[in-house]
């Protein structure tokens, strides 16, 4: 119950700004500017778990990191199609965004599900 809790708050957390994003008008320098962050971040993410992917290479906690990479390419690329979305250099459905944040949001739990099984 609790873990259901937990993704029902960060699924919330990632569907809420993209319904209010589509609900303004013109496009805000604040937004892109909290868009490029997040992209950043994302990146960031991304990079660190393919360093330690590469450090835990054939271990016992490389199929975990392996899934939580991949999670954190998807909210990457998300957040690229967001922010190309919101300064309109690619006409793309709001709903592609969401499907990809939901999809790094499953990856993520199955990654650290994956972890927590390898640890215990």
Request: charged share 10%.
């Amino acid at each position: 119950m609790r873990y259901f809790l937990r993704i029902l708050l960060l699924g919330c957390a990632m569907v809420v700004p993209t319904s209010v994003a589509e609900a303004s008008t013109g496009t805000g320098v604040g937004g892109v500017f909290l868009e490029f962050v997040g992209l950043l971040l994302a990146f960031a993410c991304f990079v660190v778990s393919w360093k330690v992917l590469s450090f835990v290479r054939g271990g016992r906690l490389a199929a975990a990191w392996q899934w939580l990479t991949s999670a954190f390419f998807a909210f990457a690329a998300a957040q690229a199609l967001s922010l190309l979305v919101e300064l309109s250099f690619l006409p793309v459905a709001g709903e592609i965004v969401i499907f990809l944040r939901a999809s790094g949001l499953f990856l993520l739990l199955f990654g650290m599900l994956k972890m927590r099984k390898a640890l215990a």
